[in-house]
């Protein structure tokens, strides 16, 4: 079994959609999630950086985490087309220790 | 804005030579890590370093790699003998361990291409 299982897509959704993205995984040794944004032959981009169960916003993102179901999820709200790019989903034990990474969802947010 | 920067952007290489990436993390980062990305995989840790040591090691990382931090600048990944298998994105990355949680903050990239 993967330690971090994420759906690579490529997700296609209309500008203004709701986005869901979602990654689970098998290590309860894992306390701390992180989602990435990467756009094409481009580094990962830190989105978002969760530490608890719980939700947490920034913008038109929100960062969902639940350690008992071992499940982690992004939203987007209303999605630009310049939201399209391939999204990480990337998890460490300690705080600054080695980050395991989802495969990537792709997205399209088509105009 | 402080970013990581990585040169070469592209490296060409045949196989069995050596190559040395090149990283520079922010400036007041004190952790410092190396991944990489095979074309169409997932993002791979291979090391990461701290107070002028690794800190931690995959299994990626055996006896062909080695980081260095040269100066109070620059952190390297040389790979001696260099395989078609290491094609790839090597990406840096650099944390500051005083600012809870310690988020890791990426390069562009350099692709290594192996002939």
């Known amino acids: 079994q993967k330690e971090v299982e994420q759906d690579p897509g490529p997700l296609s959704v209309p500008e203004g959609a709701i986005v869901s993205l979602n990654c689970t995984y098998s290590n309860s040794a894992f306390q701390y999630f992180m989602w990435y944004r990467q756009y094409s032959r481009k580094g990962p981009e830190l989105l978002m950086y969760t530490y608890s169960s719980g939700n947490k916003e920034d913008g038109r993102f929100t960062a969902q985490v639940d350690k008992s179901s071992k499940y982690i999820s992004l939203f987007i709200r209303d999605s630009q087309p310049s939201d399209s790019a391939t999204y990480l989903c990337?998890?460490?034990?300690?705080?600054?220790?080695?980050?395991?990474f989802g495969e990537g969802t792709q997205l399209t947010v088509n105009p | 804005e402080p970013e990581v920067t990585q040169t070469p952007s592209h490296q060409v290489t045949q196989m069995g030579q050596e190559v040395i990436l090149r990283c520079v993390p922010i400036?007041?980062?004190?952790?410092f890590y190396w991944y990489r990305q095979i074309l169409g995989q997932k993002v791979e840790f291979l090391v990461s370093f701290y107070n002028n040591e690794i800190s931690e090691k995959s299994e990626i990382f055996d006896d062909q790699f080695s980081v260095e931090r040269p100066d109070g600048s620059n952190f390297t990944l040389k790979i001696r003998s260099t395989k078609l298998e290491d094609s790839a994105m090597y990406f840096c990355?650099?944390?500051?361990?005083?600012?809870?949680?310690?988020?890791?903050?990426f390069g562009p990239g350099t692709r290594l291409t192996v002939t």
């Open positions: 400036s007041n980062h004190l952790y």
């Open positions: 990355a650099s944390s500051d361990p005083r600012e809870f949680p310690y988020e890791q903050y």
């Open positions: 990337a998890m460490s034990k300690t705080s600054g220790s080695r980050l395991t």
